[in-house]
T-cell receptor, first 111, second 113 residues
């Protein structure tokens, strides 16, 4: 158990809908990272927050957004969902910067 | 542009054998190289990591070999066990900044009993 929690574990929705994925980092970790994992693209970095502020952006679509709250939990919002958004979404947290601990992931299925 | 190339894509090993997974990188700014192990339906878990100031790091049956001049590093799993069957990802992380890792594409390891 990495100490990072994610909810929900599974999410099934329809195209065009909007969903919110939630992540709670390990106690004391200020950084949260979001990743998308699909079979053909591997692990893709989406976005990073550090102590409530956006720190870095990766291959995140404009339809996707995220935020980190004062209690350090983070949410990833995915809107206008498309079939191709079906994937595993992981968050990871870190305290030291280079060592990241991953949550169990949310499996999103868009029908 | 794939900055970390991982091979092989899949690997089948007999129980007790040695599993070897290789990664190569291009960016000389990388200075931290972790390996992650991922079981189906689970998140990647940090397995072992190395910095470029050492050429080898061993933790139990897992060893990272690092060749800074060749910009290559590899994971060796000694005495491979069926429980090691998983997907392994190498990663490279630059110093400073946001510590955003670049991951290899992953290697699916199957260890036959």
């Amino acid at each position: 158990d990495s100490g990072v929690t994610q909810t929900p574990k599974h999410l099934i929705t329809a195209t065009g809908q909007r969903v919110t994925l939630r992540c709670s980092p390990r106690s004391g970790d200020l950084s949260v990272y979001w990743y998308q994992q699909s079979l053909d693209q591997g692990l893709q970095f989406l976005i990073q927050y550090y102590n409530g502020e956006e720190r870095a952006k990766g291959n995140i679509l404009e339809r996707f957004s995220a935020q980190q709250f004062p209690d350090l939990h983070s949410e990833l919002n995915l809107s206008s969902l498309e079939l191709g958004d079906s994937a595993l979404y992981f968050c990871a947290s870190s305290a030291q910067g280079d060592t990241q601990y991953f949550g169990p992931g949310t499996r999103l299925t868009v029908l | 542009q794939q900055q970390v190339k991982q091979s092989p894509q899949s690997l089948i090993v007999q129980k007790g054998g040695i599993s070897i997974i290789n990664c190569a990188y291009e960016n000389t700014a990388f200075d931290y190289f972790p390996w992650y192990q991922q079981f189906p339906g689970k998140g990647p878990a940090l397995l072992i990591a190395i910095r470029p100031d050492v050429s080898e790091k061993k933790e139990g049956r897992f060893t990272i070999s690092f060749n800074k001049s060749a910009k290559q590093f590899s994971l060796h799993i000694m005495d491979s066990q069926p429980g090691d069957s998983a997907t392994y990802f190498c990663a490279a992380i630059p110093s400073g900044g946001s510590y955003i890792p670049t991951f290899g594409r992953g290697t699916s390891l199957i260890v036959h009993p």
